[in-house]
């Protein structure tokens, strides 16, 4: 089984930039997408960044070309830029397992980090 564990959330102000980071704890042979979403407080959880298996990334509209997702051999990175006070919200990181012979489809979600940003 495997868990993503979330970190790099703080305080920042209005125009300025910070890299979360995602590291997959555990090891598993199945498939996987991994993807970012947020959570403003009160507010239902919504889409950010998604990088597929096959290496395709999707963003959403709202921060697409202030935010860019990466992946390298130890860790996922969703950086941050122009960072606005409505992208004030919880992150989290998620793997969604893809279903073959041996693997169900099952999403694992992070216990997400904290962005604040101020005006």
């Known amino acids: 089984q495997v868990r993503p564990v979330e970190f790099g959330g703080r305080a920042v102000q209005a125009g300025g930039s910070l890299t979360l980071s995602c590291v997959v704890s555990?090891?598993?042979?199945?498939?996987?997408?991994l993807s970012w979403w947020r959570q403003p407080l009160g507010k239902e959880r919504e889409f950010v960044s998604s990088?597929?298996?096959?290496?395709t990334l999707f963003y959403r509209p709202s921060i697409k070309g202030r935010f860019t997702m990466s992946q390298d051999n130890t860790k996922n990175t969703l950086f941050l830029d122009s960072l606005r006070p409505e992208d004030t919200a919880t992150y989290f990181c998620?793997?969604?397992?893809?279903?073959?012979?041996?693997?169900?489809?099952?999403?694992?979600w992070g216990q997400g980090t904290l962005v604040q940003v101020s005006s």
């Open positions: 998620k793997i969604g397992q893809k279903p073959s012979f041996w693997c169900e489809t099952k999403d694992y």
């Open positions: 555990g090891h598993t042979t199945c498939k996987y997408d």
């Open positions: 990088l597929n298996s096959d290496g």
